[in-house]
């Protein structure tokens, strides 16, 4: 095998045709393949739907990006929400400007993130045992399997299957890079954000190594990213462009020597985390009451 084809698959995990096929394009200069090669690769696929459950009167919106060639799952996004305009939205969407769509509706006041995260993670499951159906890639495959995860419930679903290259899936609409696709994956969730973040300190409250999962602290997102700015707007903590403290949901406490690296929960699909040494003392917020969709949701 040819040292330039053999380095090109290793470098983009193409195969040998297609590295044969991008090297012929670029004259073959192996620098010029390497950049180029990404639109060739036609392997993603976008399952964008709405969805709407008649008996329950919620909508949704559910994102599945898939690479068909590795069975690989690159994004798993779902909101459920009693407000209608959720289903307002058009699958035919672009891809990205979908998934903002769920983020933003993430944080609606009509959403139910308990039983949003339930459904994504039970997705994540039932897809993970059906690889072979998602590869095909076409709508009417995709759409008896979530009707199959949903029976016997009723649901209303439109979807839309959309092809794209790799460049096209790495490549933000204003042509940048996304830089925040490496820190989507978080403790094996699909469709994680990760999100710099500071606690706030209060010498009357609890050292930091004391504090218990599923408690309430105080937080202030400090990531410099776009994203993080783009979720604090949706959140409604910041004002005259400051970040303003916002309540989060401990999940985990790491302690390391005398630090501790605290993990909370904003949202399904948004993570905080701080690095905090264990003496560092915070307040403990009242512990919230049962969420209240549980007393009137039975699905599980």
Known sequence: MNENIRLLMEET???QGE??????????????????????????????????LPKKNLYGLILLVL??????????????SYNPAIYENSPTMDWYAFEKQIFSYRLDEGSLPDYTQNIEQKLETFFNEKKEVLVKGD??????????????EEIVLELN??????????????????????VVLYDKEVGTVCLQIDLIEDVLGREVDKIKEGETVLSVITDPRDIAHYLAHLIGNIQDGKMLPLPA???????????????????PGIIGIAKVKNDMKVRILEEKAQSWWKKIISWS
Do not use: M, W
């Open 139 to 152: 709508t009417e495959s995709i759409s008896g399997l979530i009707v199959d995860f949903i029976a016997p």
């Open 249 to 267: 949901v401990v999940r985990k406490v790491s302690a390391n020597g005398g630090e501790s690296e605290v993990h909370v929960g904003y949202a």
């Open 67 to 80: 690479n068909t060639k590795t069975s690989q799952t690159l994004r798993l996004r779902t909101v459920v």
């Open 161 to 182: 299957v959309e092809e794209l290259n790799l460049d096209q899936f790495r490549k933000l609409p204003d042509g940048g890079l996304d830089n925040n696709e490496k």
């Open 19 to 52: 590295a044969e096929l991008a090297l012929e394009l670029s004259n073959h200069d192996l620098h010029i393949a390497i950049k180029t090669i990404g639109s060739l690769l036609r392997h993603i696929t976008a399952v964008k739907g709405k969805f709407y």
């Open 13 to 15: 995990g193409c195969d």
